[in-house]
């Protein structure tokens, strides 16, 4: 029996030497009573030198120990696991390290709490990765941001000057002269328009986030009030629902009304039905959807929407950026959500965004 126990314990150090997780367990007291070769190599040491180690014998800084050791004070006296803690540590190689720890309570037979077992991996590089990216992003903003802005500078004298020779050169212009001249103003204004759209894109994500929670109604309201000529000018009916108090920015939440809205009246109008806005929370989760009853969108084309400058067949004919739809999934990207579109029963384009409350 004896030799059956020790080929036993031979054999589960083995698989746990072969998991690619760092494995170990402790007792009450946070001392080590095991690991696998894996969390020893971290430590420098063998897997037999850690037994009867605390945290502040390994490598890692005071710091890290006492983080350590307050968590799994946590997960002992709670009964209850800590899972995906992110977690820096400085190993014996003198290289610091980004962690995914887990926690779980260890009990005896009775059910009694005697300890913890810990599970990290190495998520460095995936932290590193983020990092390079949020730095792209960062950099890419201010990009388009100085762009716009200094592309956005020359074009208001541009569409006044257009202006200007229309009305006090009509009688000396013919109709070729003045039809360029309207070009030239409405290619510059339009220009203009992808300028403020690039511009509102490049801002999300740069918002302070509220203090306290957002009444949508207000802001919807706002929103359906700055339009309100166009509204009344395509004829248009707009359908509402109650809205929640949310989380979000008031700015971002007028972007992403004003956005879904703005292309309903433009693509599908008063044709077939009303424009129905509706958003409801879920716990943490935010659903905005924004729906119409217009021609719709090609099946091929919903998946493409939401690039940046993208503009599909029905969009063709009318004015837009291509822009609009981007910020709108961008939005829902920066509250770990996104954005997509539905068909809607009995024709239409339903727009959805989901969203979790930071």
């Not at 990092?131 to 890419?140: D, H, V």
Request: charged content about 25%; aromatic content about 6%.
């Amino acid at each position: 029996i004896q030799i059956q126990i020790c080929e036993s314990q031979q054999m589960l150090q083995l698989v746990l030497d072969y998991i690619p997780q760092h494995v170990f367990w402790k007792d009450r007291r946070s001392v080590f009573l095991g690991c696998n070769r894996n969390f020893a190599r971290a430590a420098g040491m063998t897997p037999q030198e850690v037994i009867g180690k605390t945290d502040y014998d390994l490598p890692w800084r005071p710091e890290e120990a006492d983080f350590y050791r307050e968590c799994d004070r946590r997960v002992m006296e709670a009964d209850q696991p800590e899972l995906h803690i992110i977690e820096t540590q400085l190993q014996a190689d003198g290289k610091e390290a980004w962690l995914d720890t887990n926690k779980i309570p260890f009990h005896d037979p009775e059910g009694n709490v005697v300890g913890i077992l810990g599970t990290f991996e190495d998520i460095t590089e995936r932290k590193c990765a983020e990092e390079e990216l949020r730095k792209a992003n960062r950099e890419l903003d201010a990009f388009v941001y100085t762009v716009s802005h200094d592309l956005r500078t020359p074009l208001t004298p541009i569409i006044s000057y257009a202006e200007f020779l229309q009305e006090s050169c009509r009688q000396k212009l013919g109709e070729a002269e003045l039809d360029c001249l309207a070009k030239i103003e409405a290619q510059a204004r339009r220009m203009l328009a992808v300028m403020e759209d690039l511009l509102a894109l490049a801002r999300v994500g740069h918002v302070e986030q509220p203090s306290r929670p957002v009444a949508a109604d207000d802001v919807l309201d706002e929103v359906l009030l700055s339009m309100g000529e166009r509204i009344v000018e395509t004829g248009v009916e707009i359908a509402r629902s109650a809205m929640p108090q949310l989380r979000i920015p008031p700015t971002l939440l007028a972007q992403l009304f004003d956005n879904l809205i703005s292309n309903a009246i433009r693509y599908a109008g008063p044709s077939g039905g009303p424009i129905e806005v509706d958003c409801e929370r879920k716990g943490a989760l935010v659903q905005l959807v924004v729906r119409d009853h217009g021609p719709g969108i090609p099946e091929t084309e919903r998946s493409q929407i939401f690039e940046l400058f993208y503009r599909g067949e029905n969009a063709v004919k009318t004015i837009g950026t291509g822009v609009g739809l981007a910020t709108v999934q961008k939005i829902a990207q920066l509250y770990k959500g996104r954005a997509w579109v539905e068909a809607t029963p009995g024709g239409g384009c339903t727009f959805i965004v989901q969203m979790r409350e930071s």
